[in-house]
């Protein structure tokens, strides 16, 4: 077959057209660093290379949802601790205020400092993480968790919800407390909630009102008790003569005692005690039989569930002796929601929800640790998968260019000398 010269410089033209670009190919490699630029450098590798890319980025999407989430969790527990400082601080103002040697201004000074902590703890409950979203308020995070009504009660605005983040394939981390558990559902003693604003509200009260009011009242052979209700209901108090203790339980319309009277002389044999009425029709006469001590504590009132400012229902004693000398001034019994004490324990209640909460929290963030230290080595085997697929070889490319210019040279050299070649080179 005869090839023209015209074919066969168009031939050499393309070679050496391959080969400049196998040359700048190569040459850009070891620019870049890269050993897949196209996906036609290889096919299968950068299909590959595409498919480690993503995990990449999703991982570092996880690192960066862990750091938000940390930053979330660190948040909650302060605001935790803070909250738990404040409930040992009430718990200490409550028995201080108990003290028989403070007046009514020293505890009014205590109650004062009781209202400010409830305005602290709403602060709390207020708020926001560095994008302005409220950390417990539930799903609903642009609104408002708690705000005050127009009777002055705390109300809370949030859902039930708590917001998460992804931090792997399969783990998403809860990263918000929702207010409604963590504010309003304190378990007292009894199993029945109750809200950590209402509690400082009980406290304020129940300091306010401890001058005028006793844990239980007492007195010696003999006691008159006068009776105060603005609410009708069943009520319940027990009662200890010289026999014993029995619990007295008695439905009462109004100020009436009679069903009182009547209710204690069932029991004479069980506490030793009589009671009558006096000449005026309300007060209940109190003897033992055996002119002992005699005493009436924990008063259950019907309707009343918390402390008030100002209790409207109450029994007030005046203690006498054996002969019937009063012994001292007028003794107040209130329900024993009234008691400072009471609080005391609620405060216990609300200290240990509180360091429930933050165990949680804890827990969560030890969690993250975890899977940071995870996602750390999955990002590393990642990155050493793409190092091994993109990543060029550069002595191995230094070499191979080293090879293809020296064979472009030598191609150029042999292409000059045969182009000029001519039938009068054959015939001289």
Sequence with gaps: MKVSTKLFNQQQLKQFTSLNEEIQKTQNKISTGKNILLA??????????????????????????????????SLLDKNLQNMNTIMIRAQELIIQASSDVLGPS??????????EMKHEILSIANTQDSTGSFLFSGYKTNTLPFEKDFNGLVQYNGDRGVSSLSISESNIMQT???GGSVFQNVIDNNQKSFSVFELLEDVSASIRTAAAGVNGVKSIAQAELSIFNQNPGQWSFEITGSLGTQNIEVEIAGDNPTEIVDKINQYINTTG?????????????LSDSKNGPLEIKNLSVYGVERAEETPKSYIEVKTKDAVGNFLSKNQILYDDNQRPAKQLDKIVNAQSHISNKRGSVGARVNSLERQSELLIERQNAVEKDVSDLSEADLSTLVTNLQSMLTSMQASQQAFVKVSQLNLFDYIR
Excluded: H, M, W
């Design 40 to 73: 036609s450098d290889d096919p299968i590798g950068s299909v590959q290379l595409s498919g480690l890319q993503v995990i990449r980025d999703q991982i570092n999407q996880y690192n960066k949802n862990i750091e938000t989430s940390k930053e979330r969790l």
């Design 106 to 115: 020293d505890r009014e000074s205590i109650a004062l400092e009781i209202d």
């Design 176 to 178: 918000t407390l929702d």
């Design 273 to 285: 005690i009589t009671a009558s009425l006096d000449s005026d029709g309300k007060t209940i006469l």
